[in-house]
């Protein structure tokens, strides 16, 4: 407990937007990437954006971890773009989401999307920790 009452785990700080409200050109271009409509979905429980982020598994079994933002949340769409910009740029040896297999970025005048091989795996650090 902080001097600030109990400590939130950091898995559970976002509220995200969900699935049924990203605009539908988003959808549709997340279903055409992910091969078929999501049947689970499973929010991501940590991070500032606001915006929609979620690992996404068709009936087949195809899964994608996804983020994804419209301009009813302008300040997530220029982080999503921004994230998209400084992904591509990173070198492959980078240990940061999309290296090695670069995510799938789509942006438009008022969407921005990007879609990345799911990861059995967590952040490898939290804020607030030293490492």
Known sequence: MSRFGETVPYDRTAIRTGWEALPEAVRATVVKELGGPPAD??????????GFAARLRTDSGAELFVKAAGADRSWALAAYRQEARVNTALPAEVPAPGSNSP?????????????????????????????
């Open 41 to 50: 979905i499973r929010m991501a429980g940590g991070g500032f954006s606001g």
């Open 103 to 131: 995510p799938t970025w789509t942006t438009g005048p008022s969407s921005a999307s990007s879609a990345s091989r799911a990861r059995p795996r967590r952040s490898p650090w939290s804020p607030g920790t030293s490492t």
